[in-house]
């Protein structure tokens, strides 16, 4: 099948990069054309957070801020449950060209999967695999 | 990418490409276990066929059965294929040139907006 286990893109833009770092980094920005309300921590460790008005929001954990080069975040995997702890790292580089920027952005780690995925995945006909029902249902049966 | 994870997917999708094993899996999971003959009264597949699916199904990992006589064996989704494969969808789904072009647009805007 040959599934991408990242993303790239590079597009070129007729702004300077201070320009374009500005809407990559700031909450006005990001809100102005990702997401439809944002927040931004910027700061390696810090948070951000993006919320659409159709309902899903995506939380961001910063992890490289080189201004004005270089903006990097990591994420949830679309699609995943909430507490699957599978990220995927979104890195944007900006290189100043005559008139503007060389814009690139890598989405990596699609491929990624923990052992307990795989040994969830495989472990065909257990018995006795308590779904969180079941599991439920035993709480309140002991309480 | 590992092999392992994309047999995996192949096997979710492999059996989602059939429509008689689509909606067994979709009735399995709107309404919770079951066994062959409950899903033979839900929909207009004989009972046999039924079973024969969810052989396949059981095989891939997608459904299991729960330990019971014959006849009364019900069968449950599997969550964890379809987490694998959900993996997979995620990379084509996340739609960065659309992104990107907007990102462009609103630097187009902003600058017009500031009289440039």
């Given amino acids: 099948m040959g599934f991408p286990d990242r993303i790239e893109r590079t597009v070129e833009v007729a702004h300077p990069p201070a320009e374009v770092w500005a809407a990559l980094t700031t909450a006005d920005g990001l809100a102005s054309w990702f997401g439809n309300e944002a927040t931004i921590d910027l700061r390696p460790g810090g948070s951000a957070r993006m919320r659409w008005t159709d309902g899903p929001t995506a939380e961001m954990r910063v992890e490289r801020v080189e201004e004005p080069t270089v903006f990097g975040f990591t994420w949830q995997i679309y699609g995943l449950p909430e507490d699957d702890p599978r990220r995927t790292y979104v890195e944007f580089t900006l290189e100043p060209t005559g008139a503007g920027t060389r814009l690139r952005v890598v989405e990596s780690g699609f491929a990624q999967l923990p052992e307990d995925a795989f040994r969830k995945a495989y472990d065909g006909n257990t018995d006795g695999w308590a779904s969180e029902l079941g599991e439920l249902v035993a709480y309140l049966d002991a309480a | ?116």
Avoid: N
């Fill in chain 2, 1 to 116: 990418m590992r092999p392992d994870a994309e047999a995996i997917a192949e096997q979710v999708f492999t059996a989602l490409a059939d429509p008689t094993r689509r909606d067994i899996l979709a009735a399995l999971a709107s309404g919770g276990p079951a066994t062959a003959t409950d899903l033979a009264g839900r929909l207009p597949i004989t009972r046999q066929a039924i079973a024969k699916h969810l052989g396949l199904l059981a095989e891939a990992g997608l459904v299991t059965a729960a330990p019971g006589e014959r006849r009364r064996v019900r069968y449950r989704l599997r969550s964890a294929p379809m987490q694998v494969a959900q993996q997979f969808l995620a990379a084509l789904a996340r739609d960065w040139d659309t992104a990107l072009d907007a990102l462009a647009d609103h630097l187009d805007r902003s600058v017009r907006a500031a009289g440039g």
